[in-house]
């Protein structure tokens, strides 16, 4: 069984930068790795994943502002945000797919969840 949680959020101008974190518990070199987040009253939605092996995928809202990776050896993923936006507001989560589970626009295959952390940007 694998527990993630997830820190690092919090409130910050437009423009600004914040890093999450996400610790996990168990199996971790095996897992892809990834991110949503959910606005309120907006579903939820993809943000990025890294594979086991380093490749790294984003949303096309996010491109070339935010950076995924991971340190196996400290069993975390981080999620750089930077040149953050109004609309980048909701609750990120953290989530994680045995291999070769699929980190669709849902997340509908991944079989652990973080429990969310808020990011607030203001404008």
């Known amino acids: 069984q694998v527990q993630l949680v997830e820190s690092g959020g919090g409130l910050v101008q437009a423009g600004g930068s914040l890093r999450l974190s996400c610790g996990a518990s168990g199996s971790f070199s095996i897992l892809g790795m990834g991110w949503y987040r959910q606005a309120q009253g907006k579903q939820r939605e993809f943000v990025a994943r890294?594979?086991?092996?380093?490749?790294?995928l984003y949303a096309d809202s996010v491109k070339g502002r935010f950076t995924i990776s991971r340190d196996n050896a400290k069993k975390t993923a981080y999620l750089q945000m930077n040149s953050l936006k109004p609309e980048d507001t909701a609750v990120y989560y953290c989530?994680?797919?045995?291999?070769?589970?699929?980190?669709?626009?849902?997340?509908?295959?991944?079989?652990?969840w973080g429990q969310g952390t808020q990011v607030t940007v203001s404008s």
């Open positions: 890294i594979s086991s092996g380093g490749s790294a």
């Open positions: 989530a994680a797919g045995l291999p070769q589970k699929r980190f669709d626009s849902r997340g509908l295959e991944l079989d652990y």
